[in-house]
């Protein structure tokens, strides 16, 4: 069986891998590199534990690996080839770029100089993880796209939301276990990432709640990725029900269901709190008050789930998190209290690949690692965690003004997904290393790159009209 998901995954991965290959390649379509990911990065992990349970061979799930890079670095070397006049683009640099700009400007000093004692390799492999998903925001700041091809990749967000629940649910009544249990996740994990099974159902302690109630992740590498990615798919089909004539509104209220649907599976609570955030946040900043109901209304059914149909175990999962009771709470708090310490003492960085739990990172030197914003402060110092944030923020911000002046509808939606999901994001970032969750962080910058790129047209527009007037 295992040969036969395996033979069926690697023909999928290598179709679409040559595919966007060709489109970009021969037709110079070199954004169509977009697509390949959000198809692929949701089943990276699922792909890799497969090939390797099959196999047993590190070096074609190395191929698997490095396939998402390839078509990003294809990618951009295609745009700057296709390019007649590249010393002449017109890029008109807008704030988020000046942020991203310095904010990589900043990571490659700390690349180059022997800051830190992570070995060059582990920092070199650090600064890559930084690098891709920039280049994936300059190629969205440079992404010319049609009204179909936008369409396309929303088409593909609903399919991954709708996929993503119909996993659970299969995890969940049928298989009564999760899906890494039977995809050869722990064994990949032992092998390839030297991380040992640990938990009552031999995965990682991610898998499960402090009392040991599951927590699933249909096929993304965890479900804490799962919760994070399914807020995407929940503002994607939040902005095309409102958006959408009444008789086609029904679908895309069946794409929010599923998605608030593996939130439940998922039992992320800082995802859950995200989801509401998330909700009040579209309903304060695009003033669409009914959604603050809304948000009220399934605050009050998840309340009553809680209360009279949750199993026990649930049940005191969410009273644990509301007093602080749990490991797990506890275990966030040491971790930030840690990388305080180390930016009080270390004001301009300790250096790259010293915090965080990417892979690079050496677990005897990892200093903190379960703060997104200080994850990057203990190794950039003070000054790279605030271009962060001045990133994130003005990317935010540059969202939403797109999405109230752009006369492209599906521009505008696209703008819409990626403020809210930045926003809804936020609370994520203060419990887990949300930036290796690839989906979703590397397709929501692509989203924010693209909505400057809007940002700058429109604004452009609005001061020709100005001197012409």
Request: net charge neutral; aromatic share 18%; charged share 10%.
């Amino acid at each position: 069986m295992g040969l036969i998901f395996f033979i069926i995954i690697a023909f999928a991965v290598a179709a679409g891998f040559l595919w966007t290959l060709q489109e970009m390649i021969f037709n110079g379509k070199w954004s169509y590199f977009i697509f390949f990911l959000a198809a692929f990065l949701p089943f990276y992990i699922t792909t890799l534990s497969v090939t390797f349970l099959v196999t047993r061979s590190p070096i074609i799930v190395s191929l698997f690996q490095v396939s998402k890079e390839i078509i990003v670095l294809t990618a951009g070397l295609i745009f700057v080839i296709y390019q007649k006049k590249i010393f002449s683009y017109p890029l008109r640099m807008q704030a988020t770029d000046w942020y991203l700009l310095a904010f990589m400007g900043l990571a490659i000093i700390f690349l180059i100089l022997p800051i830190g004692q992570s070995s060059f390799m582990n920092k070199a492999l650090y600064f890559k993880s930084m690098f891709i998903p920039s280049l994936i925001y300059l190629l969205g700041r440079n992404t010319q796209f049609g009204e179909i091809e936008l369409k396309r990749l929303f088409q593909i967000i609903f399919i991954i939301a709708i996929s993503a629940f119909l996993m659970n649910l299969v995890e969940n009544y049928l298989l009564n276990a999760h899906l890494q249990q039977f995809t050869g996740y722990a064994l990949f994990n032992a092998e390839i990432n030297n991380i040992e099974p640990q938990g009552n159902y031999n995965l990682t302690w991610t898998f499960e709640t402090t009392n040991a109630m599951k927590r699933l992740g249909s096929f993304f590498s965890d479900p804490l990725e799962l919760a994070s990615s399914v807020l995407m798919g929940f503002a994607a089909g939040l902005i095309w029900f409102l958006t959408s004539e009444r008789p086609h509104q029904w679908k895309y209220l069946v794409v929010m269901l599923c998605c608030i649907g593996s939130l439940v599976f998922a039992s992320s609570r800082a995802s859950f709190a995200a989801f509401f955030l998330m909700i009040f946040f579209v309903a304060l900043v695009f003033k669409l008050y009914k959604l603050i109901g809304l948000g009220f209304l399934t605050l009050l059914l998840f309340v009553a789930y809680v209360l009279f149909f949750a199993s026990e175990d649930f049940y005191y999962y969410v009273v644990d998190t509301l007093t602080m009771a749990d490991t797990s709470s506890i275990g966030h708090v040491v971790e930030w209290v840690m990388a305080l310490e180390s930016m009080v003492s270390n004001p301009f960085g300790i250096g790259l690949a010293m915090s965080g739990n990417f892979g690079s990172v050496n677990e005897e030197l990892r200093v903190g690692g379960e703060n997104q914003f200080l994850i990057y402060g203990v190794q950039l110092g003070w000054a790279g965690m605030l271009l962060y944030i001045a990133t994130l923020f003005s990317g935010i911000w540059t969202s939403i003004r797109v999405f109230k002046n752009s006369d492209n509808l599906n521009l505008a939606r696209m703008a819409f997904v990626a403020g809210t999901v930045k926003v809804g994001l936020l609370l994520p970032l203060f419990t887990a290393n949300v930036e290796i969750y690839t989906y979703v962080s590397w397709v929501s910058w692509w989203m924010v790159g693209l909505s400057v790129q809007e940002y700058s047209r429109i604004k452009l527009e609005t001061n020709r009209n100005e001197i012409v007037i």
